[in-house]
T-cell receptor, first 111, second 110 residues
């Protein structure tokens, strides 16, 4: 079964502290993984995808196939990072952008 | 303007009534999706469509009906609304894993 698990519903940190949002997946094939973000009063939008290997807004995520994880990290959190973060898995071949989302983690960055 | 739009943005209805949520995209994406967002469950896929006249069930399709007569439109109908269908509904489109989401439709079923 294809599944994405985000174990933390809420993560609260202080500004300048490191952040790690956890994501674990279950998938038998070669996964495509994404992080989406939803800022307050804004649409859900793509933050990054593992195949691009980019750093977006200071965030990075490394796919660890051995641990089936795709944790999102940022060395120094900013208040504007406060948002809802969703990890997502693109499942079966030839299903376009059909994504399976995790439960989401709300990140709160305090001043 | 190019983009993806949903209507209505807010809807209150009563148990047993039929409700249709509209979704329109201007990118000509082949794939369109309907998700519902609930606390503790994240985003769950209701239905998706690979092209006009091609639809398929997602994770939680019961109680919902979709159609796609035109590429740009993907309406979602609740044939007989129940309280458990109170949720925020998101439409999305995209062909490559990067999905573009609408602003959401907040539905309350009394």
């Amino acid at each position: 079964a294809q599944r994405v698990t985000q174990p933390e519903k809420l993560l609260s940190v202080f500004k300048g502290a490191p952040v790690e949002l956890k994501c674990n997946y279950s998938y038998s094939g070669s996964p495509e993984l994404f992080w989406y973000v939803q800022y307050s009063r804004q649409r859900l939008q793509l933050l990054l995808r593992h195949i691009s290997r980019e750093s977006i807004k200071g965030f990075t995520a490394d796919l660890n196939k051995g641990e089936t994880s795709f944790h999102l990290k940022k060395p120094f959190a900013q208040e504007e990072d406060s948002a809802m973060y969703y990890c997502a898995l693109e499942g079966s071949y030839n299903q376009g952008g059909k994504l399976i989302f995790g439960q989401g983690t709300e990140l709160s960055v305090k001043p | 303007d190019a983009g993806i739009t949903q209507s209505p943005r807010y809807k209150i209805t009563e148990t047993g009534r039929q409700v249709t949520l509209m979704c329109h995209q201007t990118w000509s994406h082949s794939y369109m999706f309907w998700y519902r967002q609930d606390l503790g469950h994240g985003l769950r896929l209701i239905y998706y469509s690979a092209a006009a006249d091609i639809t398929d069930k997602g994770e939680v399709p019961d109680g919902y009906v979709v159609s796609r007569s035109k590429t740009e439109n993907f309406p979602l109908t609740l044939e007989s609304a129940t309280r458990s269908q109170t949720s925020v509904y998101f439409c999305a489109s995209g062909d490559t894993g990067e999905l573009f989401f609408g602003e959401g439709s907040r539905l309350t079923v009394l």
